[in-house]
Nanobody, 125 residues
Framework: QVQLVESGGGLVQAGDSLRLSCAASGRTLRFLTMGWFRQPPGKEREFVGS????????VYADSVKGRFTISRDDDKKMMYLQMISLKPDDTAVYYC??????????????????WGQGTQVNVSS
């Protein structure tokens, strides 16, 4: 079992940077795929990016590629999402997630068994 807690959200202006953190407790994260998703107001939850377990391989949504960077520290049981050049379209509740690697596509919410409660990011124009 894994418990995830996000932090670091807030209100920023377009062009600003923000770093989200995801603190995990429970089993080791080392072999879990970790991901970030977001849910904009009135829309479905969408994939932001993921990082494979026991690897540095990362995948990003096209909408954030080059602006967002995922990192993880398995010893500290932490994952981070560094966001730069934020846009109003980045406004959403951001969720961290974890799951065992499987045949389910990594961009699907179904690939993740564990979810945090979310942290709100608001980007004003």
């Amino acid at each position: 079992q894994v418990q995830l807690v996000e932090s670091g959200g807030g209100l920023v202006q377009a062009g600003d940077s923000l770093r989200l953190s995801c603190a995990a407790s429970g089993r080791t994260l080392r072999f879990l795929t970790m991901g970030w998703f977001r849910q904009p107001p009135g829309k479905e939850r969408e994939f932001v990016g993921s990082i494979w377990g026991n690897s540095d391989t990362k995948v990003y949504a096209d909408s954030v590629k080059g602006r967002f960077t995922i990192s993880r520290d398995d010893d500290k049981k932490m994952m981070y999402l560094q966001m730069i050049s934020l846009k109003p379209d980045d406004t959403a509740v951001y969720y961290c997630a974890a799951g065992l690697q499987s045949t389910i596509p990594i961009r699907s919410t179904r690939a993740y068994s564990y979810w945090g409660q979310g942290t709100q990011v608001n980007v004003s124009s």
